[in-house]
């Protein structure tokens, strides 16, 4: 299959998932919780993989959010993936390194060991 | 002189705090919506409209940086699914740029993180201006020079031998291209991620003008390749800001819906409107945002 195709798949599955979640999600927030918003709430996980981990003990619409962003921010992540998996299937070693050069980057900020400062 | 600072402030802070109470789930919808549709007609982004109307009713800046740029991978994914499968966008031009944009990325949002919200303000209106000026003076350099598809191919872009053609149904014509001078538009898309990553806005146009004046793709080409790129960028990012604290689901859930489908109907509305239209808006846009963004410094500032 070609890489443009392939892509293509990726991202408009990752977007229109994500956005069913975050429908149903807001819809149950908005049923239970009215429509305030309460900038206090603590967001304390400290990357996306302890994140990923709290999302069983979680309420149900903290679960749908969470499960609806979870896959927004992973579809470039998969995207980058699916690539580098294409080019090496395609021996084309340049690509493959820069897509694994995106892939190291984004794995280390994902894991939180990435810090500038 | 005090007097009137305190009845300034006072006025400012009461009108803060009254707007403030007028932010809810709906309110930020409809915001995200309208920003999603007006930057997706003007080129300028959902994120980069959303934020400052958002300052505006004072929800607090590093808030709405982090919270948008999720909503940034939304509308990307979303608005470059389609140009990628019609092979418009290079994706092995964006996978060579994205090396730079998405250490940029993080670079900027950990700036934003130790930035005091004061200076944010006018890094906002100091970066859209100068992002402004750059294409400005790039697409009237491109105008009098006629093309730059002459230009001499350097031994690095031969080496990365990233090219394309794509059908042009406006022009009747398929287009063909070469990337040059990649040894110079790479690094500078640092710049570009620095500002995304920072803002939580895309940087679409910057991007955009880089790949014209510097890479030299059509300008179809770069514009769909720079919104290929938004999307890691803002994921690079966000691993950032997830760490902060700041992101919030439900906010973060609205305003990437919000925009999303905003961008969905000004993509539909877009071809029916006249360019000379979208340019006055555009130029209208960017200056409320310039002008919101001082004047919240500059209050801030004061207080």
Redesign the interface.
Known sequence: MDLEILLSIILITGVLLSLVFLVIGLSLYLILEGSRIDLGIEFRYTNLISWIEAVPRMSMYQKLLSIGLIILISTPYIRAITSFIWFMYHRDKKFSLFTLFVIIILTLSILGIIRVF | MKILKNILLRNITEDWYRLLEL????T?LVVAFFAGLLGSLTGLGGASIMTPILVGFGF?IK?SIANAM?SV??T???S???Y??D?I?N??AA??L??FT??GG??GA??TL?TPSVILYFFFAFFLIAMNLYSYLERKKADSSHENSNYFIDRFSRW?NIYGEYYDHSEKRTIKYVVKRAHIGGPMMIVAGVAAGSLGIGAGAFKTSIQESILGLPTKVASTTSNFII??T???A???Y??S??????????M??GT?LGSLVGSKILPHIRISSVRVLSIAITIYIIAQMLYKGVSALWI
Not at chain 2, 23 to 26: A, E, G, P
Request: proline share 5%.
């Open positions: 932010l809810n789930i709906y930020i607090p808030h999720i991978i939304a990307s994914a979303g470059s699914a389609a990628v499968r092979r966008t994706p092995r996978m060579y994205e090396m998405i250490v993080i670079i950990t700036i130790v990365l999307g890691m803002g994921l690079a966000t691993t950032v997830i760490s604290g700041y992101v919030n689901p439900v906010i973060a859930g609205t990437a819906l999303t």
